[in-house]
């Protein structure tokens, strides 16, 4: 069929060795900067949907929504060459920064690491408020 895109099978190498992360310039008002934010890799995003989700001890598991916000930033925020800006002991400090900045970042992150609105509403939602206080990833 003409004008039809053929599918090329990919071999291992060729997906270990494309470029797939996309990234956003985003402006803060708030820091009078911009950052460069970058969509995570899958052992960011599985790392930072662990830190938020803990035991409650009865089998069970409940969301610590505490500093979420600052821990997905530090994964997401990257200098010029991709690399992290900020350190996960560093999310205390960024915690206290403006909670309008950080989601400025997080929204911006959440699409460009493929995190679905569902996946966060899901999260929010199982979280019942409920907080353990930490503040590390």
């Known amino acids: ?8 099978l990919a071999d ?19 820091w009078r900067l911009t ?15 662990a830190a938020i989700a803990k035991s409650d001890g009865r089998g069970g598991v409940k969301v610590d929504m505490s500093n ?7 994964q997401v925020i990257v200098d010029a060459e991709g690399r992290r800006l900020f350190r996960d002991d560093q999310i205390g ?11 400025r970042i997080f929204s911006v ?3 460009l690491s ?3 609105d569902e996946a966060v509403e899901a999260l929010a939602k199982n979280s019942d408020g409920q907080s353990d206080g930490s503040t590390t990833a």
């Open 114 to 116: 493929g995190l679905s």
């Open 35 to 49: 950052v460069r934010v970058r969509g995570m890799t899958g052992a960011q995003r599985d790392a930072f949907m």
């Open 12 to 30: 291992a190498a060729g997906i270990l060795a494309a470029r797939d992360f996309a990234y956003e310039d985003v402006y803060v008002p708030e």
């Open 109 to 111: 992150g959440q699409r």
């Open 1 to 8: 069929m003409a004008g039809t895109k053929r599918a090329v």
């Open 93 to 103: 400090e960024l915690s206290a920064k403006s909670a309008a900045a950080l989601e």
């Open 68 to 74: 979420r916000l600052a821990k997905f930033a530090v």
